[in-house]
């Protein structure tokens, strides 16, 4: 018997919880309230299963998933003037396990501070580090066996200590077992250009500032090394639970409301299976786990929102709203990238057929190889470290003019914490990670091209994201068609404080391919041109409007506060819960796979707190 289920057996079960998106967080939640085995969990996911796939196990073959329509919703921005009117992709997960099964792997906390800043901004203590910690040691079931803090001068620095870590978790955790030579001359490079490089003695302990080797979610257990993901994680292990059903390919398009009551009540699903429109009720609760997208879609497609958003559409607003796909915040970030010497390997050369032959046959014999990895080289920087005393003034003077420029007490708030970073020299303000191998950043307009070695190239790339953006953006509905995707406005660049810091990070990353050893293994500049000026702002600037995109961490749609309360129910509606990235109140340093883990760890305690 499994979990994955017939339509006529999913619609003929008696449901206490119904889970909307088979993703990140929504399978992690189902998994854990299945441990009862006295309630009934229906999880419904709009993608296919793809159980098994090995472009999605593999985890060097991640570049081929983004951008591709059998893995990926294909989803698009509206124009953003920000970047020279660009229509962006916008990469979701197209399969059951969601993001998790097409992301970059890397495997990484973010900041104490930042968790501690949202209680600031909601009032609601349980949400702070000390609140979340317990649920990042949960989710975790690293492979690490060790305390293997590096000596800062070998190189590239593995900065792990057991106490911060969870063993025996279902997302599993690791170090890569392959990498190119040049990552440890950047990690030589950071630390000679005195760049604040030495991590602390963990980076997942609440504090990553630093230079390290990253973890990744890769079960090196399982061979040489295979993608850890909501699916492996949390569904695979429990496939005989008779009390989970799992149904794909059902795509949700309203929550309905029962209105018999001084607030409404939600009480079933409408979705759509093999062309048929069905009904299924939950007796206990509804949880949205959809996404950062389609969860303030559904809202509003179910009468839960702002009313002008709602009649433009031609919906009824039920439950007014005013913060429903509102807040939007997303990871702006640019790249650079750089042809190697001669005898320099990246992951270019993978385009030769006797190099992936031996690749894919020590991949296959579970051996190291590149195969086995994604990205392991990682930094955090503190902008009040690397701004020239000019640099950090233009951005204090941006940062000021958005505090006074705010349009509502929230933002003003949230603004000023923000402000307070700016200048704290253990603040994580900008991402910086390396990946051996070709990216063309004139390609966020389509992920399909943002990674492709053509044959004959031997690169290496930097990327450069902004931690703490201070644009924000929207997601609404524009038609009453569930099958119609809303509009997607990050408005990426809108705020001047990102693109001076983001110039910032840009001049840092291009000096240390200009300093050695980093600078032996490098020939040229490819991606900016090699005859422009990384010392002029004005350049720097021009060239961020052109290569700047998705980092893929979008978050804040129906946030913490705003559009649910401390208990992540929606505000105005009973037995209604949001579980996923848009309830991030305020954006963290970092990818956020393993925060949404740790939301869905706790968000499924509070769940069962709540069980009648």
Excluded at 219 to 235: E, F, H, K, L, P
Excluded at 384 to 398: G, R, V
Excluded at 464 to 487: E, L, N, R
């Amino acid at each position: 018997m499994s979990v994955l289920s017939t339509r006529e057996e999913f619609i003929h079960t008696s449901f206490d919880y119904l889970i909307v998106g088979g993703g990140t967080a929504g399978l992690a939640v189902a998994a854990r309230l299945s441990e009862n085995p006295d309630l009934i969990i229906g999880v419904l996911e709009a993608g296919s299963a793809r159980l098994d796939d090995l472009a999605i196990l593999t985890p060097a073959a991640f570049p081929t998933l983004v951008g591709n329509g059998k893995y990926d919703w294909l989803l698009k921005t509206v124009p953003q003037p920000g970047t020279r009117d660009t229509v962006h992709d916008f990469p979701r997960g197209k399969a059951l396990g969601g993001s998790s099964a097409i992301n970059y792997m890397m495997y990484v906390r973010g900041q104490a501070k930042e968790y501690d800043d949202w209680a600031r901004i909601t009032s609601y203590n349980s949400w702070a580090w000390s609140g979340l910690k317990p649920y990042f040691l949960k989710h975790e079931g690293t492979t690490v066996q060790a305390q293997t803090h590096d000596k800062a001068e070998e190189g590239t620095i593995r900065a792990f200590e057991n106490e911060f870590h969870g063993f025996s978790g279902p997302i599993k955790t690791s170090f890569g077992n392959w990498s190119a030579p040049v990552e440890e001359a950047w990690h030589k490079t950071g630390r000679k250009m005195g760049l604040q490089w030495t991590p602390p003695k963990d980076a997942w302990s609440g504090s990553h500032l630093g230079g390290y080797s990253n973890l990744s979610t890769i079960d090196r257990t399982q061979g040489s090394g295979i993608r850890s993901y909501a699916v492996n994680g949390y569904i695979t292990p429990n496939l005989a639970r008779r009390n989970l059903k799992v149904l794909t390919e059902a795509a949700v398009t309203k929550v309905v409301l029962d209105q018999n009551s001084e607030t409404p009540i939600a009480t079933s699903l409408t979705f759509t299976n093999e062309g048929k429109e069905v009904t299924v009720s939950a007796k206990q609760e509804i949880i949205l786990a959809a996404g950062v997208v389609q969860t303030p879609q559904l809202l509003e497609l179910s009468g839960i929102g702002r009313h002008d958003v709602l009649k433009s559409a031609g919906l009824q607003c039920i439950v007014q709203n005013e913060m429903v796909g509102e807040q939007l915040v997303d990871h702006p970030v640019t790249a650079l990238s750089y042809d190697l010497v001669d005898g320099e390997f990246s992951l270019d050369q993978l385009t030769k057929e006797a190099i992936l032959g031996e690749a894919m046959r020590k991949y296959g014999l579970g051996e190291e190889s590149p195969l086995a990895n994604g990205i392991n080289s990682n930094a955090f920087l503190a902008i009040a470290q690397i701004a020239t005393p000019d640099e950090l003034s233009k951005i204090n003077e941006a940062v000021q003019s958005a505090i006074d420029s705010a349009p509502d007490k929230w933002t003003r708030a949230e603004r000023q914490i923000l402000a307070e970073r700016i200048n704290d020299p253990l603040t994580a303000s900008l991402q910086l990670a390396l990946l051996p191998a070709t990216l063309d950043p004139a390609r966020f307009d389509d992920q399909s091209k943002l990674l492709t070695p053509g044959v004959g190239n031997n690169r290496c790339s930097v990327i450069v994201a902004v931690s703490h953006p201070f644009s924000k953006g929207t997601i609404h509905v524009h038609c009453q068609d569930p099958m119609v995707p809303p509009h997607i406005d990050p408005r990426y660049l809108q705020s001047r404080v990102d693109v001076e810091m983001l110039s910032v990070g840009l001049r840092v990353a291009d000096e240390m391919f200009r300093t050695k050893p980093l600078a032996d293994k490098v020939r040229s500049r490819v991606f900016p041109k090699a005859d422009m000026d990384m010392e002029d702002p004005i350049q720097r600037e021009a060239y961020l409007r052109g290569h700047t995109g998705t980092e893929y961490h979008p978050c804040g749609t129906a946030a913490l506060g705003n559009v649910v309360d401390e208990s992540l129910m929606v505000f105005g509606v009973q037995r209604l819960r949001v579980v996923d990235a848009s309830v991030i109140p305020s954006h963290v340093s970092g990818n956020i796979g393993a925060l949404v883990y740790a939301i869905a760890e706790k968000g499924a305690d509070l769940v069962k707190k709540d069980v009648k």
